[in-house]
């Protein structure tokens, strides 16, 4: 099965994870589970769970998602994350979030050699180059293939904005 393949394969659990359709916790640790366990992604599980996306990451998926540090939030302009988390900022802030999770499971092998403009959850596409290791729109991939029930988690060293 191809890559494009993968990601349209995504689109409906997706949608479906998205519209509230959210099934039992599996019993192994999903992709919430396994970023808050790792002790840094403590700005993006705040992050995530201000922006009521706990849920989605919780469902069924298979979801890939670029997990930036917090040392790449820390990175972004002085006041940016703590404008994020405001009520006010849901909306914007879970384009951003959205914009770092493909609606299929991606391991950085299915990349290698590729240029490809993957669909995120979010509608807009990313840059993902696999020629060189693993970037995505320019974030480089520091550790790839971090499994979780319903998909895949790579870390990336940038906070990527839509």
Same mark, same amino acid.
């Given at each position: 099965m191809t890559v494009t393949t993968f990601f349209k394969a995504g689109l409906? /659990? *997706?949608g479906l994870a998205l519209s509230g359709c959210v099934s039992t916790a &599996?019993?192994?640790p999903d992709i919430v589970d396994v970023a808050q366990s790792a002790g840094t992604f403590e700005t993006l599980v /705040? /992050?995530?769970s201000a922006a009521d996306l706990v849920g989605t990451l919780k469902s069924d998926g298979p979801f890939? #998602?670029?997990a930036p540090t917090d040392a *790449?939030? *820390?990175a972004l302009p002085a006041g940016t994350v703590e404008t994020l988390l405001r009520p006010e900022n849901k909306d914007q802030l879970v384009s951003i979030l959205t914009y770092h #999770?493909? &609606?299929a499971e991606v391991? /950085?092998?299915d990349l290698a050699g590729l240029r490809l403009s993957p669909e995120t959850v979010n509608g807009k596409t990313l840059h993902v180059d696999g020629r060189n290791g693993v970037? #995505?729109?320019g974030a480089t991939v520091i550790q790839a293939d971090i499994e979780a029930s319903n998909g895949v988690i790579h870390v990336i060293d940038q906070v990527l904005l839509p």
């Open positions: 409906l /659990a *997706a &599996p019993s192994a /705040a /992050a995530v890939t #998602v670029f *790449a939030f *820390a #999770v493909l &609606p391991r /950085a092998a970037t #995505v729109n």
